[in-house]
């Protein structure tokens, strides 16, 4: 057995990292004097609040401004947030046939994060949910069996829908200079393969995310949010 390295020693006798403290406690804990907002009939009753969140703190992974809120609160004011800044953009998210589950937690929890309006899962139907950080019960996602069974649905329910396919092939234009689509759905392939022919032969155009290094190809759900970011940002994120 050979001895710990003096950097690891070092390291744990430092008693560092310090984390700073996530969410808030009890309502009574953090607020002894004010009255709780989930007693009906009062002023300060406000039905978005979850009496167990109140009662046992709430520590999610949610922006302050919904601490102690229920999931379909939350659900229902991001949908209203959507419909505010989608005014001039909109658009979704597809990934086909990914295997690795932390990919797919990865890629719903970006789409959460910029605004995706939904998440489609061609393919397998059953993931782990660990990657998402339960970011999934704030996200739409809806599945289809087969990627022309959801690119079929695409153009027969909003025919305006831009389809792009993100991925490293020959005659795709690079991202950076690419104009989103007022509506879009992204499509997304698993790593290493990239997208099914279906998906690239029927995507009205095909983009790649430049790359510097000797890789062919960057992991799928860090691609999946490179791209959600640059349509964001282009679109609604500084309106």
Known sequence: MTDPHPVTLAAQESSEPHFR????RSWIQEYPCAIRPDIPGLPSYDARYDTQLLNEGDHRNVLD??????IDSITADLDL?????????????AIENWTHDFNIGSMVRS????????????GPHKWNRKGSLMTEKYQHV???PTVMQLIENMRKTNPHMRIIAIDNVDGAVPIESYHFAEECLMLFGAEGPGLSQEALHNADDVVYITQCGSVRSI???AA???????????NFCND
């Open 224 to 234: 999946a949010a490179i791209a959600m970011h640059a349509c964001a940002s282009q």
């Open 21 to 24: 403290a996530i969410g808030l």
């Open 219 to 221: 992991n799928a759900g």
């Open 65 to 70: 401004q919904y601490r102690y809120w229920s």
């Open 111 to 122: 789409a959460n994060a910029f605004g995706a309006e939904e998440v489609y899962i061609v």
């Open 81 to 93: 947030q959507r419909k505010k800044v989608h005014k001039k953009n909109k658009y979704s998210v």
């Open 142 to 144: 809806s599945y289809f």
